[in-house]
């Protein structure tokens, strides 16, 4: 099954969860995952499972000073 996170594509077993494309410790740097237009709450990365040709993009905060 073929994804793409950001730009890449990405190939994966059927079933696969947002939390293993993501990977668990770059979760806690994101503030917010949007696939194929929609937002996903991140408590529900671990249970959220893809399909063929999702799209999924994230949503990283910077702060400066």
Same mark, same amino acid.
């Given at each position: 099954?073929?994804?793409?996170?950001? +730009?890449?594509?990405?190939?994966?077993?059927? /079933?696969?969860? =947002?939390?293993?494309?993501?990977?668990?410790?770059?979760?806690? @740097?994101?503030g917010?995952?949007?696939?194929?237009? +929609?937002?996903?709450?991140?408590?529900?990365? /671990?249970?959220? =499972?893809?399909?063929?040709?999702?799209?999924?993009?994230?949503? @990283?905060?910077?702060?400066?000073?």
């Open positions: 099954m073929k994804v793409f996170l950001e +730009k890449r594509e990405l190939e994966f077993k059927d /079933g696969v969860t =947002l939390e293993a494309v993501i990977g668990p410790r770059e979760i806690k @740097r994101i917010g995952i949007i696939v194929n237009g +929609k937002s996903v709450p991140l408590e529900q990365v /671990g249970t959220y =499972l893809l399909h063929e040709g999702d799209r999924i993009h994230t949503i @990283r905060f910077i702060a400066g000073g």
